[in-house]
Protein backbone atom coordinates (compact mmCIF):
# COMPACT_ATOMS: atom_id res chain seq x y z
CA UNK A 1 0.00 0.00 0.00
CA UNK A 2 1.21 3.29 -0.48
CA UNK A 3 2.44 5.24 2.03
CA UNK A 4 2.49 8.81 1.17
CA UNK A 5 1.32 11.36 -1.99
CA UNK A 6 2.57 14.76 -2.18
CA UNK A 7 2.39 16.11 1.55
CA UNK A 8 -0.67 13.39 2.07
CA UNK A 9 0.30 10.52 4.57
CA UNK A 10 -1.76 7.51 3.75
CA UNK A 11 -3.94 6.05 6.47
CA UNK A 12 -5.48 3.10 4.99
CA UNK A 13 -7.38 1.73 1.94
CA UNK A 14 -11.22 2.26 1.94
CA UNK A 15 -12.13 1.36 -0.98
CA UNK A 16 -11.47 0.53 -5.05
CA UNK A 17 -12.94 -0.54 -7.57
CA UNK A 18 -12.07 -0.40 -11.84
CA UNK A 19 -12.52 3.79 -11.44
CA UNK A 20 -9.49 3.55 -8.93
CA UNK A 21 -8.07 2.69 -5.74
CA UNK A 22 -9.58 4.70 -2.78
CA UNK A 23 -7.48 5.36 0.69
CA UNK A 24 -8.34 7.87 3.88
CA UNK A 25 -5.36 10.20 4.51
CA UNK A 26 -3.53 12.60 6.28
CA UNK A 27 -3.30 16.36 5.27
CA UNK A 28 0.01 17.08 6.86
CA UNK A 29 0.05 20.64 6.13
CA UNK A 30 -3.92 21.62 7.28
CA UNK A 31 -3.60 18.87 9.69
CA UNK A 32 -6.88 17.31 8.25
CA UNK A 33 -8.27 14.14 7.09
CA UNK A 34 -8.78 13.50 3.13
CA UNK A 35 -10.39 10.82 1.08
CA UNK A 36 -7.71 10.22 -2.26
CA UNK A 37 -8.54 8.63 -5.61
CA UNK A 38 -5.68 7.24 -7.44
CA UNK A 39 -6.59 6.58 -10.69
CA UNK A 40 -6.05 3.69 -12.66
CA UNK A 41 -2.71 2.82 -14.02
CA UNK A 42 -4.24 2.29 -17.24
CA UNK A 43 -5.56 5.35 -17.05
CA UNK A 44 -2.55 7.21 -15.05
CA UNK A 45 0.14 6.03 -18.39
CA UNK A 46 -1.98 7.23 -21.19
CA UNK A 47 -0.26 10.88 -21.11
CA UNK A 48 -3.26 12.30 -23.37
CA UNK A 49 -6.17 10.75 -21.22
CA UNK A 50 -4.60 11.32 -18.05
CA UNK A 51 -4.34 14.93 -18.77
CA UNK A 52 -7.86 15.34 -20.29
CA UNK A 53 -9.37 14.25 -17.24
CA UNK A 54 -7.67 15.67 -15.09
CA UNK A 55 -8.54 19.03 -16.80
CA UNK A 56 -12.15 17.94 -16.46
CA UNK A 57 -11.56 17.19 -12.44
CA UNK A 58 -10.04 20.76 -12.00
CA UNK A 59 -13.22 22.35 -13.28
CA UNK A 60 -15.18 20.76 -10.44
CA UNK A 61 -12.60 22.56 -7.79
CA UNK A 62 -15.60 26.05 -8.11
CA UNK A 63 -18.33 23.26 -6.58
CA UNK A 64 -19.11 24.67 -3.07
CA UNK A 65 -22.29 23.04 -1.46
CA UNK A 66 -22.63 21.29 1.63
CA UNK A 67 -24.47 18.06 0.20
CA UNK A 68 -21.47 17.74 -2.40
CA UNK A 69 -18.18 16.19 -1.19
CA UNK A 70 -15.50 19.13 -1.82
CA UNK A 71 -12.51 18.38 -4.42
CA UNK A 72 -9.35 19.76 -2.94
CA UNK A 73 -6.47 19.19 -4.90
CA UNK A 74 -6.05 17.68 -8.42
CA UNK A 75 -2.14 16.29 -7.87
CA UNK A 76 0.12 13.92 -9.73
CA UNK A 77 3.47 12.35 -8.52
CA UNK A 78 6.03 10.24 -11.26
CA UNK A 79 3.65 7.52 -12.77
CA UNK A 80 0.61 8.53 -10.10
CA UNK A 81 -2.59 11.20 -10.95
CA UNK A 82 -4.99 11.45 -7.74
CA UNK A 83 -7.59 13.68 -6.61
CA UNK A 84 -7.44 14.49 -2.82
CA UNK A 85 -11.66 15.23 -1.92
CA UNK A 86 -13.02 15.87 1.69
CA UNK A 87 -13.15 12.77 3.53
CA UNK A 88 -17.15 11.86 4.77
CA UNK A 89 -17.78 9.67 7.46
CA UNK A 90 -20.80 7.81 7.78
CA UNK A 91 -22.68 5.23 5.70
CA UNK A 92 -23.49 4.47 2.06
CA UNK A 93 -26.95 5.29 1.18
CA UNK A 94 -27.47 1.89 -0.24
CA UNK A 95 -26.94 0.51 3.45
CA UNK A 96 -29.20 2.69 5.13
CA UNK A 97 -32.09 1.71 2.62
CA UNK A 98 -31.39 -2.10 2.47
CA UNK A 99 -33.95 -3.43 0.60
CA UNK A 100 -36.54 -1.72 2.91
CA UNK A 101 -38.16 1.82 2.84
CA UNK A 102 -37.14 4.89 4.55
CA UNK A 103 -39.88 6.89 6.46
CA UNK A 104 -40.84 9.46 3.88
CA UNK A 105 -40.27 12.52 5.75
CA UNK A 106 -36.65 11.27 6.19
CA UNK A 107 -36.51 10.13 2.22
CA UNK A 108 -38.27 13.83 0.81
CA UNK A 109 -35.59 15.33 3.19
CA UNK A 110 -32.28 13.40 1.81
CA UNK A 111 -34.26 13.98 -2.00
CA UNK A 112 -34.28 17.67 -1.18
CA UNK A 113 -31.12 17.91 -0.36
CA UNK A 114 -30.00 15.89 -3.54
CA UNK A 115 -31.64 18.17 -5.67
CA UNK A 116 -30.64 21.13 -4.43
CA UNK A 117 -27.14 19.74 -4.65
CA UNK A 118 -27.12 18.73 -8.22
CA UNK A 119 -29.12 22.32 -9.21
CA UNK A 120 -26.09 24.20 -7.72
CA UNK A 121 -23.89 21.91 -10.23
CA UNK A 122 -26.00 22.24 -12.71
CA UNK A 123 -26.09 26.37 -12.06
CA UNK A 124 -22.23 25.78 -12.60
CA UNK A 125 -22.45 23.84 -15.66
CA UNK A 126 -21.15 20.89 -14.24
CA UNK A 127 -22.97 17.70 -14.23
CA UNK A 128 -22.77 14.30 -12.41
CA UNK A 129 -23.72 11.49 -14.66
CA UNK A 130 -23.31 8.38 -11.89
CA UNK A 131 -25.86 9.31 -9.62
CA UNK A 132 -27.12 6.45 -7.55
CA UNK A 133 -27.12 5.53 -3.66
CA UNK A 134 -23.23 3.67 -3.92
CA UNK A 135 -22.46 7.54 -4.92
CA UNK A 136 -24.78 9.15 -1.83
CA UNK A 137 -22.56 8.74 1.84
CA UNK A 138 -25.50 9.07 4.81
CA UNK A 139 -23.83 11.31 7.77
CA UNK A 140 -23.85 10.34 11.69
CA UNK A 141 -25.65 13.97 11.33
CA UNK A 142 -28.61 12.60 8.96
CA UNK A 143 -27.18 14.59 6.47
CA UNK A 144 -26.03 13.58 2.72
CA UNK A 145 -23.17 13.86 0.67
CA UNK A 146 -22.83 13.33 -3.00
CA UNK A 147 -19.39 11.14 -3.21
CA UNK A 148 -17.17 11.53 -6.97
CA UNK A 149 -19.25 14.14 -8.53
CA UNK A 150 -18.27 13.96 -12.18
CA UNK A 151 -15.28 11.39 -11.27
CA UNK A 152 -17.55 9.42 -13.72
CA UNK A 153 -16.17 12.38 -16.39
CA UNK A 154 -16.87 15.62 -15.64
CA UNK A 155 -18.48 18.18 -17.87
CA UNK A 156 -18.40 21.50 -17.99
CA UNK A 157 -20.10 23.05 -20.82
CA UNK A 158 -18.95 26.02 -22.44
CA UNK A 159 -20.34 29.22 -21.77
CA UNK A 160 -23.19 27.47 -20.12
CA UNK A 161 -25.81 29.78 -18.90
CA UNK A 162 -27.09 30.17 -15.25
CA UNK A 163 -29.22 27.47 -15.27
CA UNK A 164 -28.61 24.57 -17.20
CA UNK A 165 -30.44 23.92 -20.71
CA UNK A 166 -33.11 21.35 -19.87
CA UNK A 167 -32.82 19.93 -23.30
CA UNK A 168 -29.10 18.32 -22.18
CA UNK A 169 -29.52 14.76 -21.90
CA UNK A 170 -26.85 14.83 -19.33
CA UNK A 171 -28.05 17.73 -17.14
CA UNK A 172 -31.54 15.34 -17.47
CA UNK A 173 -30.58 12.61 -16.41
CA UNK A 174 -29.00 14.11 -12.89
CA UNK A 175 -32.83 14.85 -12.45
CA UNK A 176 -33.98 11.60 -13.51
CA UNK A 177 -31.63 10.09 -11.17
CA UNK A 178 -32.62 11.96 -7.91
CA UNK A 179 -36.65 10.69 -8.50
CA UNK A 180 -35.13 7.42 -8.77
CA UNK A 181 -32.87 7.43 -5.71
CA UNK A 182 -36.53 8.77 -4.00
CA UNK A 183 -38.14 5.87 -5.26
CA UNK A 184 -35.94 3.43 -4.06
CA UNK A 185 -35.59 5.03 -0.87
CA UNK A 186 -39.76 4.93 -0.49
CA UNK A 187 -40.00 1.69 -2.26
CA UNK A 188 -36.66 -0.35 -1.28
CA UNK A 189 -36.84 -1.14 -4.85
CA UNK A 190 -34.84 0.45 -7.78
CA UNK A 191 -37.78 2.00 -10.55
CA UNK A 192 -38.34 -0.48 -13.00
CA UNK A 193 -38.91 0.33 -16.55
CA UNK A 194 -42.55 1.73 -16.23
CA UNK A 195 -43.10 2.10 -12.00
CA UNK A 196 -46.29 2.00 -10.78
CA UNK A 197 -47.36 4.23 -8.14
CA UNK A 198 -45.16 4.46 -5.30
CA UNK A 199 -47.70 4.53 -2.87
CA UNK A 200 -49.16 1.21 -3.94
CA UNK A 201 -46.18 -0.53 -2.76
CA UNK A 202 -45.85 1.42 0.00
CA UNK A 203 -48.88 2.86 1.65
CA UNK A 204 -46.95 4.98 4.08
CA UNK A 205 -46.12 6.97 1.16
CA UNK A 206 -48.23 10.54 0.81
CA UNK A 207 -50.51 10.20 -2.59
CA UNK A 208 -48.77 13.70 -3.04
CA UNK A 209 -45.40 12.59 -3.89
CA UNK A 210 -46.61 9.71 -6.77
CA UNK A 211 -47.38 12.53 -9.57
CA UNK A 212 -43.83 13.87 -8.20
CA UNK A 213 -41.80 10.79 -8.39
CA UNK A 214 -43.37 10.07 -11.86
CA UNK A 215 -42.47 13.57 -13.00
CA UNK A 216 -39.01 13.36 -11.85
CA UNK A 217 -38.81 10.01 -13.96
CA UNK A 218 -39.88 11.36 -16.55
CA UNK A 219 -42.75 9.68 -17.05
CA UNK A 220 -45.11 12.07 -17.62
CA UNK A 221 -45.34 15.06 -20.37
CA UNK A 222 -43.77 17.65 -18.21
CA UNK A 223 -40.45 16.65 -17.03
CA UNK A 224 -39.00 18.86 -14.54
CA UNK A 225 -36.60 21.61 -16.27
CA UNK A 226 -34.65 22.03 -13.73
CA UNK A 227 -33.52 20.40 -10.30
CA UNK A 228 -34.23 23.01 -8.32
CA UNK A 229 -38.32 23.02 -9.09
CA UNK A 230 -38.26 19.69 -7.74
CA UNK A 231 -36.58 20.16 -4.86
CA UNK A 232 -39.01 23.45 -4.51
CA UNK A 233 -41.71 20.77 -4.88
CA UNK A 234 -40.47 18.36 -2.31
CA UNK A 235 -40.21 21.25 -0.27
CA UNK A 236 -43.94 21.99 -0.59
CA UNK A 237 -44.67 18.14 0.38
CA UNK A 238 -42.49 18.03 3.47
CA UNK A 239 -44.26 21.19 4.84
CA UNK A 240 -47.91 19.46 4.22
CA UNK A 241 -46.71 16.02 5.98
CA UNK A 242 -45.24 18.42 9.12
CA UNK A 243 -48.49 20.10 9.54
CA UNK A 244 -50.54 17.26 9.64
CA UNK A 245 -47.94 15.71 11.94
CA UNK A 246 -48.99 18.59 14.16
CA UNK A 247 -45.36 20.32 14.14
CA UNK A 248 -46.16 23.72 15.10
CA UNK A 249 -44.82 26.34 17.17
CA UNK A 250 -43.74 25.40 20.43
CA UNK A 251 -45.79 26.10 23.50
CA UNK A 252 -44.68 29.34 25.79
CA UNK A 253 -42.51 27.77 28.59
CA UNK A 254 -43.53 27.85 31.77
CA UNK A 255 -40.64 29.49 33.78
CA UNK A 256 -39.20 26.86 36.25
CA UNK A 257 -39.97 26.86 40.18
CA UNK A 258 -41.83 30.14 39.93
CA UNK A 259 -41.40 32.50 42.83
CA UNK A 260 -44.41 32.29 45.69
CA UNK A 261 -46.37 35.40 45.97
CA UNK A 262 -46.08 37.66 48.44
CA UNK A 263 -43.31 39.54 50.62
CA UNK A 264 -39.92 37.89 49.22
CA UNK A 265 -38.15 36.58 52.30
CA UNK A 266 -34.95 38.36 52.64
CA UNK A 267 -37.15 41.34 53.34
CA UNK A 268 -38.37 39.91 56.79
CA UNK A 269 -34.72 38.66 57.22
CA UNK A 270 -33.71 42.47 57.17
CA UNK A 271 -36.52 43.82 59.17
CA UNK A 272 -36.00 41.60 61.96
CA UNK A 273 -32.74 42.82 61.96
CA UNK A 274 -33.31 46.09 62.07
CA UNK A 275 -35.47 45.65 64.85
CA UNK A 276 -33.08 44.09 67.02
CA UNK A 277 -30.64 46.25 66.06
CA UNK A 278 -32.86 49.21 67.08
CA UNK A 279 -34.20 47.36 70.55
CA UNK A 280 -30.23 46.83 71.44
CA UNK A 281 -29.58 50.73 70.88
CA UNK A 282 -32.64 51.59 73.22
CA UNK A 283 -31.88 49.37 76.14
CA UNK A 284 -28.16 50.91 75.64
CA UNK A 285 -29.74 54.60 75.80
CA UNK A 286 -31.61 53.57 78.93
CA UNK A 287 -29.16 52.07 80.90
Given at each position: ML???GH???????GG????????A?D????RT?????L?P???????R?Q??L?????AV???HP?I???????E???????V????P??PL?T??A??S?SP??A?D?A?????????A??E?I??R?????T?T???????????????GW?K?P??PA??P???ADF????????A?L??M?T??Q???????A?S??P??P???????ARA??KT?G???????????L?S????L?V??????????V??N???Q?????VI??A???A????????T???
Amino acid sequence: MLESLGHYKILDRIGGSGAGEVYRARDTKLGRTVAIKVLPPELARNSARRQQFLAEARTAVVLSHPTIAALYEVGEEKDLAYLVCEYVPGEPLTTAIASRSLSPRRAIDFATQLADAVADAHAEGIVHRNLRPTTVTVTPKEKVKILDFGFAGWTKQPGAPAQAPAEDADFRADVLAVGAILYEMLTGKQPPANPGAASSLNPNVPKELDPIIARALGKTDGPYESAATLAAELRSVAAMLDVRSGDKEPPTLVPPNPQPQGVPPWVIVVAVLAALTALVWLATRAA
